[in-house]
């Protein structure tokens, strides 16, 4: 079993900026998309941003577009999440994983290998 590390979180003030990294190794990991996503206590789940294999395909949600960056190391082991301009609705915890199936990029149930998650608070 190939499982995610994320590690970053942190709690700032409203504005702060925050890089979260998330490791792993493995085929599973390198050849296929990874995505960020984040979950604030009551809600559900919610999609942040995902990179292909590559690294050529990306997107975002537009709640982050133009604030956040995905990107990912030469060797695909680590991919990160720069969080600039961060605010109070950011605050969540926020969990990575790889593509394990056919469903949308933006769904949860398409991704396995969840790590526990690194917690981000944005005070305002």
């Known amino acids: 079993q190939v499982q995610s590390v994320e590690s970053g979180g942190g709690s700032v003030q409203a504005g702060g900026s925050l890089r979260l990294s998330c490791a792993a190794s493995?085929?599973?990991?390198?050849?296929?998309?990874v995505a960020w996503f984040r979950q604030a206590p009551g809600k559900e789940r919610e999609w942040v941003a995902t990179?292909?294999?590559?690294?050529?395909?990306?997107a975002y949600a537009d709640s982050v577009k133009g604030r956040f960056t995905i990107s990912q190391d030469n060797a695909r082991n680590t991919v990160f999440l720069q969080m600039n301009s961060l605010k109070p609705e950011d605050t969540a915890m926020y969990y990575c994983a790889a593509r394990s199936g056919r469903g949308g990029y933006r769904y949860p149930e398409s991704y396995s290998g969840w790590g526990q998650g690194t917690q981000v608070t944005v005070s305002s």
């Open positions: 990179i292909d294999s590559t690294g050529d395909n990306i």
């Open positions: 493995g085929d599973t990991f390198s050849r296929n998309a």
